[in-house]
């Protein structure tokens, strides 16, 4: 009996560790999900960007386009390489992630209006 009590103790703080990970892997797969909806419509307004330029505005907006693409591409490798290495890490990461593609969802925006 008390081997097994000594065991419970033991091995609790492993399940404990793996329930853990695999509530951060969830967390990160839905942030991923979350993220490619929003990488999604960035495209569809990059794609009424391009349709939009006129040649009277044409180097303007492609350039706009340029940067903006860049910074897709840049979101998205960092959304694909995302891990939860460390519960801080995670939350920086997420938090940055985040806020980036909102400013950048914005900007497109901003540029479709003008």
Do not use: C
């Not at 009424?48 to 180097?59: E, F, G, I, N, V």
């Amino acid at each position: 009996m008390k081997l097994i009590i000594a065991l419970a103790l033991v091995l609790s703080p492993f399940t404990f560790a793996l329930e853990t990970v695999e509530g951060a892997k969830k967390d990160i797969e839905t942030f991923k999900n979350e993220m490619s909806v929003k990488l999604e419509k960035a495209d569809e307004e990059l794609k009424q960007l391009r349709d939009q330029a006129t040649s009277k505005h044409k180097s303007a907006f492609e350039k706009a386009i340029a940067e903006y693409e860049e910074s897709r591409g840049k979101l998205l490798k960092e959304l694909n390489a995302l891990k939860a290495d460390s519960k801080e890490e995670w939350k920086t990461a997420k938090s940055r992630i985040s806020k980036a593609l909102d400013e950048l969802n914005k900007k497109i925006q901003k540029t479709l209006n003008e």
